[in-house]
């Protein structure tokens, strides 16, 4: 399998992954997370603009940069990730599934699907054209810091801004799930990281032998 096909099969296992737990844990049980969505959300309430027009905008801005930033490779599998968040999404959703369950489980299960989803398309190259655009940029000019702790810190400035919109304790879960759905992300890239420094020093000594 060439490096090229699997980047395309994690594109679309990670969008599968996230997607599910947007579908059938996070939205069912209303647990918001600092996201375009809910910054469109947040801002529709302060301008006369639909919120679909204002997560286009930011959709269209988000590309922009991923061209421009990252790179054409980066930009071509963001939008086949793009693709297939709209389709998994909208096809979740038509199923009617709806997990209901503990607020607590719902943060946890939900973020280690999304945190696995975000690793799967970050590390294929490819962004999910959300605030993850932003993270790699940060993290390609400053490499010390980290995709997941900058997605964070996003997702918690998002969601204090939405504090009147939400409700303190949708606000609360959604910190819980940011954390938690950013710590399983950096855990996995730091897992990555050394497999391939692995792989290097491996390579070495089979070349000095």
Do not use: H
């Amino acid at each position: 399998m060439t490096k090229q096909l699997k980047d395309i099969l994690k594109i679309i296992i990670g969008n599968m992954l996230l997607t599910a737990a947007y579908a059938f844990v996070t939205v069912p049980n209303k647990i918001v997370n600092g996201g375009v969505t809910s910054c469109s959300l947040i801002i529709s309430n302060f301008v006369p603009v639909d919120i679909s027009i204002i997560a286009n905008i930011f959709t269209i801005v988000l590309l922009a940069l991923c061209f421009f930033k990252l790179g054409k490779e980066n930009f071509l599998k963001s939008i086949i990730s793009s693709i297939c968040y709209m389709g998994f999404l909208s096809f979740f959703r038509s199923l009617g599934i709806e997990l209901i369950m503990n607020p607590l489980i719902c943060v946890v299960l939900a973020s280690i699907l999304v945190g696995v989803g975000y690793y799967l398309c970050i590390s294929a190259n490819a962004s999910t054209v959300g605030f993850d655009v932003i993270a790699l940029i940060v993290n390609k000019k400053y490499p010390t810091i980290q995709v997941g702790t900058t997605i964070r810190v996003l997702s918690i400035a998002v969601l204090t801004m939405g504090l009147f919109t939400y409700g303190y304790m949708a606000v609360i879960f959604g910190i819980l799930f940011s954390i938690l759905e950013t710590q399983v992300m950096n855990v996995l890239i730091k897992l990555e990281i050394k497999s391939r420094q692995g792989e290097k020093i491996n390579e070495l000594k089979t070349r000095s032998i």
